[in-house]
């Protein structure tokens, strides 16, 4: 069993930054694939970035390609999400997510575990 819990949302202006942690519970943390999703108000859950046990793997949605970037510290449970050059399309619920695999996907089916959310908002 793995809990997540997100932190570090909150109200930025476009063209910012902001970096979102996301906190894992259980001692295998190393041997699950991360993920990031977000949800904008009235729109489906989407695919942001994923990052495989280790980190050395990663792979991103086209609209934050080259803007956002995805990492993992595995002695302290935590993955990250650093967002950068912020719009106001960027503006969503982001969620992080646990797969029970070396490198996960896109597709939410992949994911086991999933956090609360965290609310990030970006004004122009």
């Known amino acids: 069993q793995v809990q997540l819990v997100e932190s570090g949302g909150g109200l930025a202006q476009a063209g910012g930054s902001l970096r979102l942690s996301c906190a894992a519970s259980?001692?295998?943390?190393?041997?699950?694939?991360m993920g990031w999703f977000r949800q904008a108000p009235g729109k489906a859950r989407e695919f942001v970035a994923a990052i495989s046990w280790s980190g050395p793997r990663s792979s991103y949605a086209d609209s934050v390609k080259g803007r956002f970037t995805i990492s993992r510290d595995n002695s302290k449970n935590t993955v990250y999400l650093q967002m950068n050059s912020l719009k106001p399309e960027d503006t969503a619920v982001y969620y992080c997510?646990?797969?029970?695999?070396?490198?996960?996907?896109?597709?939410?089916?992949?994911?086991?575990?999933w956090g609360q959310g965290t609310q990030v908002t970006v004004s122009s």
């Open positions: 259980g001692r295998t943390f190393s041997r699950y694939s």
């Open positions: 997510a646990a797969a029970n695999t070396y490198l996960s996907g896109s597709y939410q089916s992949d994911y086991d575990y």
